[in-house]
């Protein structure tokens, strides 16, 4: 059964902390991506990637950066954390070719 | 830039009803249209994925369909069961991206 496993289901950090998520996937995908979803707000893009070491900005990329070295795994990271990023992020990959986006499971991240 | 539109956004009906669900998109240049379901506090599950050369996709008691032209997609839900509670969302991709939409929030009552 393939997969995208984000490591962590809830997290709960401080205000200023330097936090990472993290999701893997096993389908060998090119394209991973990195959303929050809110409340009345949707899913929004912050961050995608087609290659390794490659990343493009989505629609809401400030306050984070992201991570590709490997192929399977694309690290979004909090470099100061902030309560208003408090949120559900979830992790998304997809092929180059028409075989659709596979999501992981989401992280619940909570900024105190 | 893309954008999605959902309708309605909200719904809730008696068990067994067959029901369907709209989605509107502005850049009729995709390739496929997914369908998504979300569980309360869960991740997104893919429900049916149509390529841009297919108007319709089936599975089980789902059924969707894509005009590109007219830059829409149904999701038809047959013997609506309380299972099916969830939130719904299209996705078209563009660029290699997906932009959802708000999706409907569907309410099968018993």
């Known amino acids: 059964d393939v997969k995208v496993t984000q490591s962590s289901r809830y997290l709960v950090k401080r205000t200023g902390e330097k936090v990472f998520l993290e999701c893997v996937q096993d389908?060998?995908?090119?394209?991973m991506f990195w959303y929050r979803q809110d409340p009345g707000l949707g899913l929004r893009l912050i961050y995608f990637?087609?290659?390794?070491?490659?990343?493009e900005k989505g629609d809401i990329p400030e306050g984070y950066s992201v991570s590709r070295e490997k192929k399977e795994r694309f690290s979004l990271i909090l470099e100061s954390a902030s309560t208003n990023q408090t949120s559900m992020y979830l992790c998304?990959?997809?092929?180059?070719?028409?075989?659709?986006?596979?999501f992981g499971s989401g992280t619940r991240l909570t900024v105190v | 830039k893309q954008e999605v539109t959902q309708i309605p956004a909200a719904l809730s009906v008696p068990e067994g009803e067959n029901l369907v669900l709209n989605c509107s998109f502005t850049?009729?240049?995709?390739?496929?249209l997914q369908w998504f379901r979300q569980d309360p506090g869960k991740g997104l599950t893919s429900l049916l994925l149509?390529?841009?050369?297919?108007r319709e996709q089936t599975s089980g008691r789902l059924n969707a369909s894509l005009d590109k032209s007219s830059g829409r997609s149904t999701l038809y839900i047959a013997a609506s069961q309380p299972g099916d509670s969830a939130t719904y969302l299209c996705?078209?991709?563009?660029?290699?991206?997906?932009?959802f939409g708000k999706g409907t929030r569907l309410h099968i009552l018993p």
């Open positions: 990637s087609y290659d390794v070491k490659m990343k």
């Open positions: 389908m060998d995908h090119e394209n």
């Open positions: 996705a078209p991709p563009i660029d290699d991206k997906i932009i």
């Open positions: 998304a990959s997809s092929s180059q070719g028409n075989d659709g986006y596979t």
């Open positions: 149509i390529q841009s050369s297919q």
């Open positions: 850049d009729s240049a995709i390739y496929n």
